[in-house]
Each structure stands twice: as C-alpha cells, then as structure tokens.
T-cell receptor, first 115, second 115 residues
Framework: GESVGLHLPTLSVQEGDNSIINCAYS??????FIWYKQESGKGPQFIID?????DKRQGQRVTVLLNKTVKHLSLQIAATQPGDSAVYFC????FGQGGSEKLVFGKGTKLTVNP | ETGVTQSPTHLIKTRGQQVTLRCSSQ?????VSWYQQALGQGPQFIFQ???????GRGNFPPRFSGLQFPNYSSELNVNALELDDSALYLC??????????????FGSGTQLSVL
C-alpha cells in the first residue's frame, strides 16, 4: 500500500549541531523522493530531492541519503540554525493505477533548534 | 512568498454544510493540485487540474469536487461536510502536471474547522 513514514515525530537539537531526520518508505517501485520543510502557518517548501539511481545528493547545508536496500531515506542538516525549526516531510513519487502520479507524504518530524 | 494565494485563510462550518475554497496559482502556471493536511499528518493528494480538466485523483469521495477556470485559478468544493473534513487544505501550482521538485509551489492553505 501507500506508506511513507518517519521514525521520530520530534527532534530537538542545539544550534550549530548537525540534525538527521529519518524516513522509511514502503513502495520499492518509487523512483523519486523529496524532502519538504513546513513552517508554522505556511505550505510545504521544497528542500532537496533524489532519484533512485543515486544514494546521496548534497545541497546547501543539506544532504539526502537513500538506502534502497532497506527503503530508508534521511535528511542531514549541517550546522542547524533556529530558522531550521519546522516540520520536515519526506515524500515519495507514487505511481498509481492508470499511470497516474502523485506525491505521498510521510507524517513529518518536528525539528526544534534550541539557541 | 510562492505567489500562490488561497482564500479564505480560516473557515468554520457545521456538519452537513457545503464549502468552497479558492486558489490563485502562480502567474503562468496551468496546473493546480489540492491536498488535505490533517493535524499532525502529511498532506494527502485530493486531485489535480490541468488546463481546466481533472488530471488525477486521490482516495477522496465524490463529495470532494473541483474546478479550474480559464485563468487557471481553482476551486475546491466539499459537500455534506463531516467532522473529519477538518484540516488544512493546501493548493499547489506548477507549470506542468505532476511537478514535484522546486517547481511545485504551495500556498499557505485554508484552515477548515467543521463543528
């Protein structure tokens, strides 16, 4: 079935530390994964994506790792800042019946950065 | 700001009523997707409109319906409201259908409360 989940609902870190947010997915046929950040009162904002033919992709202060063997995705944030406090969602590009595509989001992890 | 605007920002309805939510897509975007985000959950895909036609639908009953207008703005209509319809309703626009990366822009949502 459709299921993209996260191991931890909340994560609290100190400013300057590195953060790691994890995600498990269930559809082994999915070939594209995205991380979104959602701040309070706002819609999700794209952070970084990765295709299944890669196992690592880096952006500015963020890195996404993909382990297809265990169907696990992680987001690493370097030198976490107070502005990084938000809920983070992983999403899977899911291919449904009739060839339709849609995003399937996990439940989210709330990241709190303490000054 | 993403350029995607939704109205109203908040709405309170009673069970059995009907509601219409509105979305203005980013300039030039011909595709609008609607998502339902229950409290503490990730967004769930409701449906997508491309050039005024429905272009994919998630697991939502027929009482969830939509429209897209020639200017690509969109409406989400929900009939016979149920308590479980209480959620944040997000609209996202893109230049092409099923965009999932940085080219998909979310609005800030309409918070619907059904009493």
């Amino acid at each position: 079935g459709e299921s993209v989940g996260l191991h931890l609902p909340t994560l609290s870190v100190q400013e300057g530390d590195n953060s790691i947010i994890n995600c498990a997915y269930s559809n082994s046929a999915s070939d594209y994964f995205i991380w979104y950040k959602q701040e309070s009162g706002k819609g999700p904002q794209f952070i970084i994506d990765i295709r299944s033919n890669m196992d690592k992709r880096q952006g500015q202060r963020v890195t996404v790792l993909l382990n297809k063997t265990v169907k696990h995705l992680s987001l690493q944030i370097a030198a976490t800042q107070p502005g990084d406090s938000a809920v983070y969602f992983c999403a899977e590009n899911f291919f449904g019946q009739g060839g339709s595509e849609k995003l399937v989001f996990g439940k989210g992890t709330k990241l709190t950065v303490n000054p | 700001e993403t350029g995607v605007t939704q109205s109203p920002t908040h709405l309170i309805k009673t069970r059995g009523q009907q509601v219409t939510l509105r979305c203005s897509s980013q300039s030039g975007h011909n595709t609008v997707s609607w998502y339902q985000q229950a409290l503490g959950q990730g967004p769930q895909f409701i449906f997508q409109y491309y050039r005024e036609e429905e272009n994919g639908r998630g697991n939502f009953p027929p009482r969830f319906s939509g429209l897209q207008f020639p200017n690509y703005s969109s409406e989400l209509n929900v009939n016979a409201l149920e308590l479980d319809d209480s959620a944040l309703y997000l609209c996202a626009s893109s230049l092409v259908p099923y965009a999932t990366n940085e080219k998909l822009f979310f609005g800030s949502g309409t918070q619907l409360s059904v009493l």
